[in-house]
């Protein structure tokens, strides 16, 4: 017997019809050139946009920069050579292009591929970029190397900060305090509430925000911390505790002044050359103040009796109070110089960025901890050596990787020294574990 075979009816033809339209759509989507990364991007009411050609033909593929006001983004040029980058809100923004991924010999006319932007009336702009002919003059890889080093510097100095007070923490109490990220952020934050907000000197804003981070230490050790210690808890559980407090801190930040970025006074100084340095008096201000820190810092933790009585807490807590050393009032005072160090740090932090906004602590938490690790767990001058080998190590790495992965450098540093020198620059073997 023949078998019989089935007649492909309208119905089906159709249907057939429709899924290979379907696919045939998806293949185009996944093909279709990435209209420069702008569908990545969040989107909001404000953007700057045009079109990048030469020899009155588009040009694909051309790597478009924004930033400034705390905010950065890129995009690349689709096959019309059409680029747009949003941007959060109404400012005044650098715009750069990467002449590496013109075609060759073609670069954007002017003295710079960097230009200066910023909207009218409306909500967007539209920028014209002309190419020519020719070859830009570009800075030599030593002088890149020596400006990379003093910025590396300068950010060391600043997180040196804050990872001493954290590393201080642990030395006393062998809590790894995660809202101390939280505790940067609060100095940020108090400054541009009493300067910028409520118009009163910065001198002011500096002053309250030290003030306020001295008193945001005693207040987490007296209303959290002691109570938790004395009733045993674990450094596992504390840990968590820190974690939760974290949170907390984060979004009642967020609460206090939104989620926008916020700048201090005088937070676009014109820089000055040093030959290829290029540093503005703000940076000078703000190393200087860090090594006044530092060395107050060293000079307190070596030659006062309460720095000598941090130090025996830190090496062996319980033969410390057994020498008659009172390790609350000790663990007390440390919470409050870790504020204060703190808070100073999120300010300078507030200008290097630049701008203060609520979770900007939490950024440089993780460093805090790869530099504390990489020094020494619980070594206060260790923490400052590890920072600075962190800054120098973030910033001389975009001379080779993409600046987003800037950070990733400094884990690699860390996985390094750690395999030569497992307890770290400046820690000891009986201080692990």
Known sequence: MRQGTTAITPARRWLVALVCALLAAVVLVLQAPAAALADDQEKTDFYFAGIISHDDKPIEGVVVAIEGNGFKAETETDAEGKWRLYVPEKAT???????????????VAGESASQQVEFGLTGTKIINLFLGEGERETTSFLDQLLSRLVGGLNFGLLLGLAAMGAALIYGTTRLSNFAHGEMVTWGGVVALIVSSLWN?????????????????GWAMDAGLWRPLRRRGLGVVQLMIVSIGLSLALRYALQYIIG??????????????????ISLSYIDLIAMGTSLVAILAMAFFLTRTRIGKATRAISDNPQLAAASG????????????????LAAISGILWAYFRPGVKWDMGMQML??????????????AIGALIGSLVVGIAVEVSTLWIPSDLKYASALVALIVILLV?????????????
């Open 259 to 276: 989620g926008g970025t916020y700048q201090l006074q005088g937070a676009s100084p014109t820089p000055m050359q040093f030959g290829p």
């Open 421 to 433: 020198r497992p307890q770290g620059l400046l820690g000891r073997k009986e201080r692990l574990g």
């Open 325 to 340: 050393i009172d390790v609350d009032r000790v663990i007390r005072i440390v919470w409050i110089l870790a504020g204060v």
């Open 93 to 107: 923004y650098t715009l750069t292009v990467d002449e590496s991924t013109l075609p060759k010999g073609v670069i």
């Open 366 to 379: 993780l460093l805090m901890f790869c530099a504390i690790t990489l020094g020494g767990l619980g070594s």
């Open 200 to 216: 009163l000197p910065l001198w002011l804003g500096i002053i309250a925000a030290v003030i306020g981070g001295a008193l945001l």
